[in-house]
């Protein structure tokens, strides 16, 4: 008269064996009764293979990953002494496709793109023997192709194939089936994360509460990368971001994230703008993909209110990495977005109730539109473009002359002043830099105090030779950065100061001036002005009759001008070396490095 589950107990009661239960998740409602044998049986042991975890006391989890595949590295290099047939990911798609294509070689060169294929399917061996199925018909590089457009084209032609494993969408469909709604709107807005992020990030792009996210990592959808980080499986997000599933949630999801991020990134400015430069080029570094992404967006909606949040702080950021190519493209691309947008928003007929509203956003939007022109104009000149800059300076100045406000006008015009000196147009400069200094003055804003006191000195060496009126100026600039805690302020005063110490002939007190610039450099990452000090050091060797020295810096500052795509500073360390090898009595050598330096020259516009 016992039930089933009575005669099962009695049954193991005393028995020592391993129970193995397969594909448990199906399952999950008799959980309790795995606990109840656990309990009255202590010789059983239970192995379960679950989707998820069976929320047992004894229960001790093991998570099964993928096999180890090779890894995506710059130049496809791998660990010395070990070729990708060395990762079990490879043999085993060159086992199956070897079983589907009779007589099939795979030749030494193709091992590379089958690595690449195992990484982008992260090792799970369903999907590496769908995309080893195709090998009758595709290239290893058009199965590539494939995996990294859509896994879901993998499918299996085998009959004997059980339907959830006949293609990869299918067996991730088992799990989708079982979430409830919320966990679906959850892992469709986790999937426009293009790297891993944040449990705040989660928490704001999705809405989510913590009960959801712990669901998703329970059901492996989601999983902690390290401490406080989180990722989705690639495949799971290609998953999840089909049409088909997320509809207009993904779309929410975006703007969701672009808003997150933006935001973030304001509050990295005061950072970046001196408090801890080093604390915010590392927290910006630590979410650039999160970051870029998210720009992205905004420039396509031409969100300019996500935009000028984030400008600032991209704006230091690239300044500081020296990548001034890559910010000329974001910050002109952006202007552009919001461009095309107020001209179709100015251009359409309709006239309605709320007109007004449209015509301040459309201000809005003019507005940071031109403070990027700004940005763009900063990165053109450090680029060696100075005609460039000068150009988008100048429109920039003329449209926040319109939409913006005091402050605006004046960093336009520092941008503008810079520009005037880079192209030899030192009235025009000197009137434009009073402008500034005045208004900064007036509003008590000490960052473009110092800045305007930078320029100030630079046209008074460049057009009157006076060492102690440029001197007086850097003296004012270093104080008044040291004062807002502006590190790259104070490194570029310290560098102008020693300047001055050289031209005046006081060598120990120019090193030690650059010595000091030189480890805020280091500290804050800032590779144009350790260039700059390597060649000011060279050229304090070679006053000092030290050539071998004076050389070693000026290749040093040659480097890292390379690195930097820093046409300019290239030509002139080139300049140095040709000059320091004619002294040398090596015309040959000092030649091929004049007409580099006359030709760089030439493609920077400097006069």
Not at 114 to 120: A, M, P, S, V
Request: net charge negative.
């Amino acid at each position: 008269n016992d039930s089933a589950e009575d005669s099962l107990v009695k049954w193991l009661r005393h028995r020592e064996l391993l129970l193995v239960l397969d594909n448990f998740e199906s399952a999950l409602d008799a959980a309790p009764l795995v606990a109840k044998l656990l309990a009255t049986a202590p010789g059983l042991t239970v192995i379960a293979t679950s989707r998820e975890p069976l929320k047992l006391q004894p229960e001790r989890l093991l998570d099964i990953g993928g096999l180890e595949a090779p890894p995506l590295t710059p130049g496809g290099t791998l660990p010395h002494g070990r070729g990708p047939r060395g990762y079990d990911a490879v043999r085993l798609y060159v086992q199956q496709a070897a079983r589907v294509t009779p007589g099939l070689k795979v030749r030494p060169e193709h091992m590379e793109t089958i690595g690449q294929i195992c990484n982008l399917l992260e090792g799970l061996p369903l999907a590496i023997e769908l995309a080893a199925s195709w090998s009758p018909l595709l290239s290893t590089e058009e199965i590539l192709a494939e995996v990294d457009r859509d896994p879901g084209a993998l499918v299996s032609h085998h009959r004997d194939v059980p339907e959830r494993h006949r293609s990869l969408w299918r067996v991730f469909d088992h799990t989708w089936e079982r979430l409830t709604a919320e966990e679906r709107s959850a892992l469709v807005s986790l999937s426009v994360f293009p790297a891993s992020f944040g449990l705040a990030a989660a928490r704001s792009v999705t809405g989510a509460e913590l009960g959801t996210l712990l669901r998703l990592m329970d059901l492996k959808l989601l999983r902690r990368t390290g401490e406080g980080r989180f990722e989705l499986h690639q495949l799971v997000k290609q998953y999840a971001a089909q049409p088909s599933l997320a509809g207009a949630a993904v779309e929410r999801a975006r703007s969701a994230h672009s808003h997150y991020y933006c935001q973030l990134l304001l509050s990295f400015s005061g950072d970046l703008e001196g408090n801890d430069v080093h604390a915010g080029l590392g927290a910006v570094r630590a979410e650039l993909p999160n970051v870029m992404s998210a720009w992205r967006h905004a420039a396509t909606r031409a969100d300019h209110q996500a935009l000028d949040a984030a400008r600032n702080a991209l704006n230091h950021f690239f300044y500081y990495r020296g990548d001034f190519a890559r910010a000329c493209q974001l910050f002109g691309d952006a202007a552009a977005a919001l461009d095309t947008a107020t001209d179709a928003s100015l251009n359409t007929a309709n006239v309605a109730a709320g007109s007004a509203n449209e015509a301040g956003s459309d201000l809005a939007a003019a507005r940071v539109a031109a403070r990027l022109l700004v940005h763009h104009s900063e990165h053109e000149r450090h680029r060696g473009r100075p005609a460039r800059s000068l150009e988008l300076a100048t429109q920039a100045l003329e449209r926040l002359q319109d939409a913006g406000d005091d402050a605006d006008v004046a960093y336009a015009r520092l941008s503008l002043g810079t520009s005037l000196l880079r192209v030899s147009a030192y009235a025009e400069s000197k009137a434009t830099m009073s402008q500034v200094l005045a208004y900064a003055r007036r509003a008590g804003d000490l960052y473009l105090q110092g800045a305007a006191h930078n320029v100030l000195a630079l046209l008074v060496t460049a057009t009157e030779g006076n060492v102690a009126e440029a001197e007086s100026h850097y003296r004012a600039s270093l104080e008044v950065n040291r004062t807002v805690g502006n590190l790259e302020g104070v490194n570029g005063a310290l560098i102008n100061l020693g300047a001055c110490r050289f031209d005046l002939n006081d060598m120990a007190g120019a090193i030690q001036l650059w010595q000091e610039a030189a480890a805020i450099a280091v500290k804050i990452g800032h590779k144009q002005r350790e260039a700059v000090l390597h060649n000011n050091i060279g050229s304090l060797y070679e006053a000092q009759g030290r050539p071998e020295e004076a050389e070693a810096r000026y290749r040093q500052s040659l480097d890292l001008r390379r690195q930097i795509d820093d046409r300019s500073g290239q030509a002139n360390a080139l300049h140095n070396l040709g000059r320091l090898a004619a002294n040398n009595d090596d015309p040959w050598t000092a030649r091929q490095h004049l007409e580099e330096a006359l030709r760089l020259f030439v493609q920077t516009e400097e006069p």
